[in-house]
């Protein structure tokens, strides 16, 4: 429940505060949730980031206040946060499909963008399984990238995907996965919103380092570019994701906000979660889901 609280007095901060100049990053420190997981909660729960609300709340008013007063378009596009008059009239006519000088005319038709309220609704009666499994800390060898927030939950965005094609395509995971023993060469997707300005998060694709690694050419491969990824000893809640392709991810995420933390009272934290393709894993696995936890 507590989750959603936060969620709604986000939407609630946003509100009082349409005419300034804020985003996501402003909302997220206002109920003191890190940009990187407010950014994932909100636009997993509503279908759109808060930037996006953010923008189409000031759309959907200018267009009001633009067909019942006088105010001018160039005030109008100042009001709202628009640097130029040219660039609030593109948003608008993206927005509305009219001009801001056509929304003026009476009995023009405009599109209304409403407040969100976030509520818990009772959808059918189908089962989530999860495990809880406390795991020490962990050590991993990984190539990692740095990612936008901003693409986080964004269906259109494939920078992910094509980072784990180009890792395949330049033989960079052959040599992470050749320091396991055959029948444990499990892949890890590993995610960290742990930067240091928090506008982007570091994702990895790498392997466990354990006792049956091989760390013979371990050296080697950090001094070739590789990375070595730790995490501290932590909660996980575990999820199956159950299908042919990374879709199931997605919606693995969705129930994980939607129904099992308003259920559970478990949280995320702002540490490591990752995805583990297994070499071995049982039918219809696509990977398991590992995300972090404390109860509240």
């Known amino acids: 429940m507590k989750s959603v609280q936060l969620l709604q007095q986000a939407i609630c901060y946003m509100e009082q505060h349409l005419l300034e100049d804020i985003n996501y990053e402003d909302v997220a420190k206002s109920i003191y949730m890190s940009s990187y997981n407010f950014h994932r909660t909100f636009s997993t729960m509503a ?82 399984d999860y495990r809880i499994e406390s795991q020490s800390g962990q050590k991993f060898v990984a190539m990692v990238k740095a990612f936008p927030n901003q693409i986080i939950n964004d269906e259109s965005d494939h920078s992910v995907s094509d980072f784990w094609g180009e890792c395949y395509g330049k033989n960079l995971v052959e040599p ?93 934290t702002d540490d490591t979660d990752y995805e583990v393709y297994y070499e071995k894993g049982e039918e219809g696995l696509f990977c398991e889901l590992w995300i972090p936890v404390v109860k509240q």
Request: charged content about 25%.
């Open 47 to 128: 279908d759109m980031t808060a930037n996006e609300y953010i923008r189409n709340r000031r759309l959907s008013l200018a267009g009001q206040e633009l067909q019942s007063t006088d105010i001018s378009v160039i005030d109008a596009a100042y009001k709202y946060g628009y640097d130029t008059p040219e660039s609030f009239s593109k948003a608008f006519s993206r927005f509305h499909g009219v001009s801001p000088r056509q929304a003026k005319r009476k009995g023009t038709q405009l599109h209304l963008f409403n407040p969100l309220v976030i509520k818990i609704t009772v959808e059918g009666g189908s089962i989530m």
């Open 176 to 268: 992470m996965l050749s320091l396991r023993p055959r029948g444990k060469r499990d892949l890890y997707g590993l995610c960290s919103p742990a930067v240091k300005n928090e506008t982007h998060f570091n994702y990895g694709i790498g392997v466990l380092v354990d006792e049956e690694t091989d760390v013979s050419k371990l050296d080697e491969l950090l001094a070739g570019g590789y990375t070595l990824w730790e995490t501290k000893p932590m909660d996980y809640a575990v999820f199956k994701c159950m299908g042919k392709d990374g879709d199931c991810i997605g919606e693995t995420w969705s129930k994980f906000f939607k129904e099992f933390v308003p259920q559970t009272g478990y949280v995320q």
